[in-house]
């Protein structure tokens, strides 16, 4: 009975530390999440973000895009989306992106809450993207596949859905959006 409260215990304690890490803010930009660097090697990223996050929903290791055939793998928490891939270095954490619910235009449940993400200049998550991008000083561009706006600079990447590029802004990666090429 002794174990059985010990371990009760023990999984309480630590769900109340992940609870409260996850309130932690998120500040975007080319170095890191939550301390864990963009390349480190995969399997003690991963570690390191779960223990800090959660569990999260992890793809385990999967094929990639059917033009590419690398390894992959995403653990999302939410809006929030870590991926890593096998590269010439080994398996590594490429980036990690947030990205708003389209329905509500809030935090995805499961994941960081909308204010823990802080992006560079006070300009928040679902701002203008338009005038986000003029304060960063940089163009955005149209995707001429997806349709949407984006922005790269600064060692992250701004995105809106709207092609008009007025929109608010609705993910935003680091160091910028990973897609099937």
Known sequence: MKVNLFLATAALAASLTTAAMAQTAIPVGPA???GV??????????TALKAQLGPGDDSGWVDGCEFNGVQERFITWGGLTTYFEVTDQGPVLINWSY????DTGGARPGGPMLSQ???PGGIAMGSNFASAVRSYGGTPKVDDVFGVGIYDGNGFSLM???????GPIDQVAVPYFTYCD
């Open 37 to 46: 660097a963009i390349g480190s090697e995969a399997n003690s990223a991963a």
């Open 117 to 119: 993400i802080q992006l």
């Open 99 to 102: 990205g708003l619910d389209y």
């Open 32 to 34: 890191a999440l939550l």
């Open 160 to 166: 809106t859905k709207d092609d008009n590029l007025n």
